[in-house]
């Protein structure tokens, strides 16, 4: 049993910033990777960007040199600071964890939360 649970979203003026938090809970044992994915109405979700266990990070290029994904392995938690933001990041934002559940098996599971809404006006 494991819980993603994503805030910080909202409505900001295009040029503005927004940071979203991600806090995952339950039977964890590992998160391999976790990331942040979009998804617009009338659209397919898309990674936006996806940090490791090592803190290796890879960043859309949509998004490149405005966003910033950070981790912290110790609280299970994951930050993404948006800058400049455009009406094109207007979206749903969904957090995702990989995550190894025990200690006896080597599978990883993949997880979201609820997502939260972000808005960027013109």
């Known amino acids: 049993q494991v819980q993603l649970v994503e805030s910080g979203g909202g409505l900001v003026q295009a040029g503005g910033s927004l940071r979203l938090s991600c806090a995952a809970s339950?039977?964890?044992?590992?998160?391999?990777?976790m990331g942040w994915y979009r998804q617009a109405p009338g659209k397919q979700r898309e990674l936006v960007t996806s940090?490791?266990?090592?803190?290796?990070?890879d960043y859309s290029d949509s998004v490149k040199g405005r966003f910033t994904v950070s981790r912290d392995n110790a609280k299970n938690t994951a930050d993404l600071q948006m800058n400049m933001l455009k009406p094109e990041d207007t979206a749903v934002y969904y957090c995702?964890?990989?995550?190894?559940?025990?200690?006896?098996?080597?599978?990883?599971?993949?997880?979201w939360g609820q997502g939260t809404q972000v808005t960027v006006s013109s």
């Open positions: 995702h964890a990989n995550v190894r559940k025990s200690l006896f098996k080597s599978q990883y599971y993949d997880y």
């Open positions: 339950g039977s964890i044992v590992s998160i391999r990777t």
């Open positions: 940090i490791t266990s090592n803190g290796d990070t």
